[in-house]
């Protein structure tokens, strides 16, 4: 673009004389969305129906509703958001409303597994069937405990028991008195101590002593040695016989009691069998247990199964707990669930999510058993769904993993984790049981997108992504859902009602929150604090509605109970130990403004910028940049300059320049690229020697071309450096430069309105570095001729000339040095 030198001065005073200051300012309509209590239909919010669903999430809750609907593989779902803008509560609504009218799934339970304990054995059954299940062993167990010993005590058992043990004596006393008459021919007889059956030879009716069996001659002795092999051999024979007598008298008592058993165990196990005959599971456990109670019977009667020769009679024992294998463990009952599960698990830890099997220290030895397998969360939603924040399943891994592994198995197993981890081996190992669930992850983007392009996994199992948005559009429609929700959160949590003044005083807020004058925030937690604050007050002063008074008190209320630092600052630059000034005019310093956010809170404070420039070649060198004190961001910003400057006076030259820029008395670090436009300006001032108003704050960002950018913070930087120019007295000619595409987000607090409103303060808003350094100075900026070159007497015309000075020095430097 190129214009006439003189017609450029002669149009910049044209200009000046209309005010082109006034062209740029805002107006105070501009400054804030006001929403008008009186465009509501209502006087309060007890005149309005509850809301129904969620507010301004309709990207969100369609996702969220298809991946519901989807039962394949891989298709669960993670809720992306930012905290607070209702992402759990409308999962934990929309699941529980879905759930309800689905099938309920089946109880689980585990059982004693009698071929290899080590393997307990998984038994579903169809809801509230484990529970009776469960109470039929129990009441089996408590009947065969009577019937048992009862059927074995009767007359008819004890008679052929008794039939048994006298044939049994009987044949054992025949033996014997068969091998005591042997014995007695070959001239010994038989004496019962305490290591078992002794031969002792006699003769006559006198029993030979060791020392009168060697007075005998040789031919006796020898005689007498012969028999007692012969004796030895017949006993041994005899006792043989009665081993295997007492064995005979054992299988057949074995026998007797299995039939007793029989008889006794099977008609209350028929009776189940006709109960549970459509579970095959159970029919296989029922006969099972059956077998094992005939083969065990003596665990009912306390008896250990050893003949005592003497008496005849089995010795007792104890083993209290031996019926406990015959219980059933239920690990998930659903008798109560109505539809399907909804479990939200809020500490995901290992055992937590996938069950754990506990043991006990008995004596030193570690043991256990199937009764101590306990389910997990992710049991209990087996059929239904289970919803888990990501934030608390990261800090867990194995729990990650192990979420994994159970989707893409389709099963759950339970398991030490120290057995996974390979820290110690062997132990037991429940049967896997099969799974069904449908998996909600709560999280924010970043942990999705992290997820999504570094674990190969997630991508597979997790194809649903509901995207919950910070705001939405403030037109009518959502603007009434808004006052139905705060009417639907006064009676859940029996607040008082709001006023129509009150809600509309909670829109604005809204809008501020969103910083937007044209959309609503979705932050509800923030939202509903202040509800809920509101609510307060306006109980303190005896009020029976909310209205627009309190929720201001109980805004400001919130922001005061955070805002020390912003004092202590604002103290600071009060009494001059932060050097900010708004009075004066001066060469290469202009007042920039950042935002200091400190997460509940975040506000605005100007900043001090300076700029020095002379002759070299070192180019623009940022302070904070080099001892590494400011972000990749704000370095692009300060690299942008270069770029701006090269275009607009190094065509025709090269740029021999230094220059070096501050934040004066920063002592953290600075991002963001919202000062670059600040820099420029300074710049600009110090190669051009005017000086720059320094009653007129500066943001916003550039590019290349010398356009202005919008930045964020907005209202904060406008309301810090008000608040700075407040305390030291408004003189009517303080104001904020900010860009142009800024002010939409405008939604500034009554005090700043009311300023402008009266003409103490002032807000421009322009769109390239020519009104921005016009409006600082009340110089014409200037543009180039059809000969590259700025009329005299605006900004670039002196940025000019001076850059062709140091690139005149430089250019004798080198020859000096040639």
């Not at 809301?51 to 969220?64: H, K």
């Not at 924040?389 to 398991?415: Q, V, Y």
């Not at 303060?761 to 409006?775: D, R």
Request: proline fraction near 2%.
């Amino acid at each position: 673009m190129f214009c006439n030198k003189s017609e450029c001065v002669k149009h910049f005073s044209y200009i000046a004389l209309k005010g082109v200051q006034k062209d740029m300012e805002l107006e105070v309509r501009d400054l804030r969305n006001v929403c008008d209590p009186a465009s509501f239909a209502f006087e309060t919010t007890k005149e309005l129906e509850s809301l129904d669903g969620i507010i301004g999430q309709g990207r969100a809750a369609a996702a969220m509703e298809f991946g519901l609907s989807i039962k394949r593989s891989g298709y669960n779902i993670f809720v992306s958001g930012t905290t607070g803008t209702g992402r759990s509560s409308y999962t934990k609504s929309i699941v529980n409303k879905i759930a309800q009218n689905e099938k309920t799934p089946g109880d689980c339970c585990y059982v004693y597994n009698f071929k290899t304990p080590d393997n307990p054995i998984a038994i579903n059954l169809p809801a509230g069937m484990g529970n009776k299940l469960e109470k039929d062993m129990r009441r089996l167990i408590k009947r065969l405990k009577i019937e048992i010993p009862k059927a074995f005590g009767g007359e008819e058992y004890q008679n052929q028991k008794n039939d048994i043990i006298q044939f049994y004596k009987g044949k054992s006393t025949e033996l014997m008195e068969h091998f005591s008459l042997f014995a007695k021919e070959k001239g010994f007889i038989i004496k019962k101590s305490e290591k078992g059956i002794m031969t002792i030879p006699v003769m006559g009716d006198k029993v030979i002593e060791d020392e009168d069996f060697f007075k005998l001659d040789n031919e006796q002795r020898r005689t007498i040695e012969e028999n007692s092999i012969i004796i030895q051999s017949k006993l041994l024979d005899t006792m043989k016989q009665v081993k295997e007598l007492e064995k005979s008298a054992l299988e057949k008592l074995e026998q007797l009691e299995a039939k007793i058993a029989l008889v006794t165990v099977e008609q209350p196990i028929t009776d189940l069998k006709d109960k549970y005959s459509i579970h095959n599971s159970v029919l296989e456990y029922l006969h099972s247990v059956q077998k094992d109670i005939i083969h065990n019977i003596d665990e009912f009667l306390g008896l250990n199964k050893t003949v005592d020769e003497d008496n005849m009679m089995p010795e007792r024992i104890n083993n209290k707990d031996y019926t406990n294998r015959y219980q059933v463990n239920l690990i998930v009952d659903h008798r109560d669930t109505v539809g399907a599960p909804v479990i939200f698990e809020s500490n995901p830890k290992y055992h937590n999510l996938f069950g754990n099997i506990e043991y006990e220290s008995s004596l030193g030895v570690i043991k256990t058993d199937f009764s101590r397998i306990k389910a997990g969360s992710i049991h209990r939603a087996n059929g239904g769904y289970i919803i888990i924040n990501m934030a608390d399943l990261i800090h867990n891994p194995e729990s990650w993993e192990g979420l994994k592994r159970a989707i893409k198995t389709n099963s759950i197993t339970i398991e030490n984790i120290y057995s996974i981890a390979g820290i110690v081996s062997g132990g037991m190992k429940p049967q896997p049981i099969s799974l069904n669930v449908k998996i909600i992850l709560i999280g924010n983007g970043q942990l999705y997108h992290i997820l999504y392009n570094y674990d190969e996994d997630f991508r597979k199992l997790f194809k649903i992504k509901a995207d919950f948005d910070i705001d939405m559009s403030a037109v009518d429609e959502n603007i009434m859902k808004y006052a139905k929700f705060i009417s639907s959160h006064c009676e859940k949590k029996d607040l008082l009602h709001f006023d129509n003044t009150g809600v509309a005083s909670v829109v604005e807020y809204s809008r501020r929150l969103a910083e937007h004058k044209n959309k609503l925030s979705t932050r509800f937690n923030d939202i509903v604090e202040i509800l809920i604050e509101a609510d307060a007050w306006a109980r303190i002063d005896g009020e029976e509605l909310v209205s627009s008074y309190y929720v201001k008190k109980a805004i400001n209320q919130k922001y005061y109970r955070s805002n020390r630092i912003d004092e202590k600052l604002q103290e600071l630059i009060d009494t001059g130990v932060i050097l900010i000034s708004i009075e004066d005019k001066v060469v290469g310093q202009v007042n920039g403004l950042s935002v200091m956010d400190f997460g509940d809170i975040s506000f605005g404070k100007p900043s001090r910028i300076t700029a020095v420039t002379y002759a070299g070649e070192k180019g623009i060198i940022n302070i904070e940049r080099e001892i590494e004190m400011s972000g990749s961001i704000h370095d692009k910003g300060v690299l942008i300059l270069s770029g701006y400057l090269g275009e607009k006076f190094a065509q025709e030259f090269p740029m021999s320049l230094s220059a070096s820029i501050c934040f004066e008395q920063l002592y953290d670090g600075v991002e963001g690229d919202s000062a670059s436009s600040t820099e420029l300006y300074s710049l600009l001032s110090s190669l051009a020697e005017v000086p720059v108003k320094q009653n007129i704050a500066v943001t916003g960002s550039i590019n290349q071309k010398g356009e202005i950018q919008p930045i964020g913070g907005v209202n904060e930087k406008i309301e810090g450096f008000f608040q700075t120019c407040k305390a030291r007295g408004l003189k009517g000619n303080e104001g904020v430069m900010i860009p142009h595409q800024n002010v939409i987000n405008l939604m500034l607090n009554d005090e700043v309105v009311e300023a402008v409103m009266q003409g103490n303060f002032h807000i421009y808003a322009i769109k390239n570095v020519e009104e921005g350094i016009e409006l600082l100075t009340d110089m014409p900026a200037g543009c180039r001729d059809e000969n590259g070159e700025y009329a005299e007497g605006t900004i670039f015309y002196k940025v000019q000339k001076k850059l062709e000075k140091y690139a005149r020095i430089m250019e004798e430097i080198e020859i000096q040095e040639e």
